[in-house]
């Protein structure tokens, strides 16, 4: 499956982004899928995941109550509404496609490009 993040921009503390993530190629509504982000000079960290169905939901603790996952499989693409932004959440935004939903970079197979959030004080 490819994936294609975008909806990255530049943005106010205390502003909201939505982010997408396109997928083509195999079926995308057999996969887990999450975000993650990396920041300049740290490792690429967890920041939401959903099932296939959009029944279970994953937040890491510094985004939970501000950004919403969620996923429309009839239109092949997976959203992260981010609220309450703060400067701490500038970083690249990745999305990634696997087999089961987790918190580990390792369990997906799948990466999109990435799409870069700023946000500045």
């Known amino acids: 499956v490819q994936l294609q993040a975008y909806g990255g921009g530049l943005v106010q503390a205390g502003g909201s982004l939505r982010l997408s993530c396109a997928a083509s190629?195999?079926?995308?509504?057999?996969?887990?899928m999450s975000w993650f982000r990396q920041a300049p000079g740290k490792a690429r960290e967890f920041v939401a995941a959903?099932?296939?169905?959009?029944?279970?939901?994953l937040y890491a603790d510094s985004v939970k109550g501000r950004f919403t996952i969620s996923r429309d499989n009839a239109k092949n693409t997976m959203y992260l509404q981010m609220n309450s932004l703060k400067p701490e959440d500038t970083a690249v935004y990745y999305c990634?496609?696997?087999?089961?939903?987790?918190?580990?970079?390792?369990?997906?197979?799948?990466w999109g490009q990435g799409t870069l959030v700023t946000v500045s004080s």
């Open positions: 990634a496609a696997g087999a089961i939903i987790s918190r580990s970079r390792g369990a997906y197979d799948y």
């Open positions: 190629g195999r079926t995308f509504s057999g996969y887990a």
């Open positions: 959903i099932s296939w169905s959009g029944g279970s939901r």
